[in-house]
């Protein structure tokens, strides 16, 4: 996936999509607050086994920061982390309404060609050809 250099921080290793990214995105959009690893297994839906490994990876990597009774939470100085949030943020709000995964297609009431033969599609088309080709003369 391309990036632009413009905005790239190669120091940032967060790819969208994964537990990691959603975490982090979490945390960055609710920055008041600290989250346990079983708030954000919730608030996530993802096993408490990956949230617990996940959350230690980020705070050792500096990415999130952790209270002494175990909340995690985000760290105010990471600009770096707070862009990469806003352009998640930024993405989901121009596609995120396409993304719904129990849409269905709508069914046409009439499909193209319905109750039509070959022979009578192709002399349409030949017809349709016709009349563009009178067009372009």
Do not use: C
């Not at 190669?10 to 994964?18: A, D, N, Q, W, Y």
């Not at 996940?54 to 707070?82: N, P, Q, V």
């Not at 998640?88 to 129990?102: A, I, K, S």
């Amino acid at each position: 996936m391309p990036v632009l250099l413009e905005d790239h921080d190669s120091e940032l290793h967060l790819r969208p999509g994964t537990t990691k990214s959603d975490i982090v995105a979490y945390l960055y959009q609710n920055p008041k607050w600290g989250y346990s690893p079983q708030d954000l297994k919730e608030a996530l839906n993802i096993p408490r086994g990956t949230a617990t490994t996940t959350l230690k990876r980020l705070y050792d990597d500096g990415y999130i920061g952790k209270t002494d009774d175990g909340y995690y939470y985000a760290l105010s100085e990471r600009e770096d982390i707070r862009r990469y949030v806003s352009s998640l943020n930024q993405v989901d709000r121009m596609f995120g309404h396409h993304r719904n995964p129990d849409a269905t297609p709508e069914e046409r009431e009439k499909q193209i060609g319905e109750g039509r033969t070959d022979d009578e599609l192709d002399a349409e088309l030949a017809e349709l050809e016709d009349d563009m080709n009178g067009l372009n003369e």
